[in-house]
């Protein structure tokens, strides 16, 4: 296939004030990317739209220790989890021209990425595009974050996004007797029921959280799988049982508040019921589970899509043109699940 010689990225036009409109961001032409030694010139198929991106824009994660991301400057293409197609590859690599790979060089159509951090699909998953999912960050949390068990009542904060769509499901697959998610509006609630194997939905912005957990889990939770952190965080301390535990995944109330940087998610909670109920509270990164556990998952993955017992629900937005405003409907929450560019 003949190159183009030019290619189509987005950038960074200007730091948001607050949460970001698609005219921060401006689609730029340039030459094609050209591979310095040890890169692969890699043609960008399909790339992930988070939320969180919201923290390295704004310029915020430049400040906190921790953040696994660099900050995105103005001028600057943002980045995401990413599959493409290998155009050309350095000798030696093992990359061959058409293997798809997936890496973190998104937002752009082309892209010379070191071949050590290109990793290739190796066909395990029905469909390519599951390998966007972030399945593996809800089946980990769930099983080494949260110690999942048997006839556990499973509360998810942020149940509709690209995490919790997952882990709803992979709960329920792990044996939680029941499962509670949350959201922003009544017609996702319904789909929460209907599509995603939650047995029922709380509202934020609407009625205290805590109030209508103690309506669909009079007996309580035995575990947080938390999203969102600040009141539903709050809510869900007020809901344990004795013993409950919580693995604490993102802190989308703070990420996506209007204000600040979307870098701190502040929150009161009474120490001492924490101390009473005997909670365990865990941060919890899918990084940091063993590289074993993690070479096991895709067959596990693939095996449940196979029969069924699991969907992938996602968004396909076509042209990288619609990147900027795929990414600001997201953080309004118009989609469920995953929202991913399709080139
Ligand atoms: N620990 C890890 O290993 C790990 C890995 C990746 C990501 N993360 C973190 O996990 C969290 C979830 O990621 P994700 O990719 O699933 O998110 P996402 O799909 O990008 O989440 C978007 C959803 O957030 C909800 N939302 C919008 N504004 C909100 C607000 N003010 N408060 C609460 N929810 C709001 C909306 O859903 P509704 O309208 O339905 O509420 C929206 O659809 C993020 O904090 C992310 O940074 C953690």
Redesign the pocket.
Known sequence: MALPHTHRSIRLAARPDGLPTPEHFTVAEAPLPNPAAGEALIRNRYFRV???LR?MISGGVRDVDGVPFPVVRPGETPFEETIGEVVTAPEGSGLLPGDLVTHWHGWREYAAVPAAQCTPLDGTLPDPVAHLS?AW?AY??LRWGAEVRPRDTVFV?????????MAGQLARLLGAARVIG????QQ?ADRLVAELGYDSAVL?GARPIAEQLAEVAPEGIDVLFD??G?D?LRAAVAAARNGARFAL?????G???PDGTGTSAPVQLDSFQLLLKRLVLRG????DVPAAERARWPEKFAAWLRSGDLYFPHTRVTGIERAPQALCE??????????VVEL
């Not at 997201?330 to 929202?339: D, S």
């Open positions: 988070s939320a969180s923290m972030h960050t980990a949390a904060s942020g149940a509709t996004g690209a995490i919790g769509s949350s959201t922003g509006s996702k934020r999203n969102v600040g539903q995944v993102g802190a989308l109330s990420q996506l508040a919890f990164s899918a990084d997201v953080i309004e929450g118009r989609h469920l699940g995953t929202v």
